[in-house]
């Protein structure tokens, strides 16, 4: 593939990570509520994993509520009553705005 088609296919899954992103929840909260809810505490700031918890973004907006409310690993579950379908929504907005690591074939440094 050429760079620059690999350029406009990525700019393309930005834009429509983007989109979901706005059309589940405000990106800007959820980014707030990962901070104040603690899961950047297991999942790190932007959700690349690491410690107790597994990468969690990029994430389609649509995806990880079934989840979060019953988990089926050492995760405690978060009813409604600690956060609100809203919030959820929200939360994953903001994991749908983050973009994917770049390969590392594309890091000159390495690759020596």
């Known amino acids: 593939m050429k760079p620059i088609r690999a350029y406009g296919m990525l700019a393309l899954a930005v834009s429509v990570s983007a989109l979901l ?34 990468r969690i973004a990029p994430r389609p907006a649509n995806s990880g509520i079934q989840y979060i409310r019953r988990p089926t690993g050492v995760m405690p579950p978060y009813t409604t009553k600690v956060l609100s379908d809203s919030a959820l929504a929200d939360i994953r907005a903001y994991l749908g705005t983050i973009q994917p690591p770049r390969p590392v074939k594309d890091i000159p440094l390495l690759n020596q």
Do not use: D, S
């Open 21 to 54: 992103a706005q059309e589940g929840g405000n990106a800007e909260n959820g980014k707030r509520l990962f901070a104040e809810e603690g899961c950047y505490q297991c999942h790190g700031y932007a959700g690349q994993g690491g410690g107790a918890g597994p």
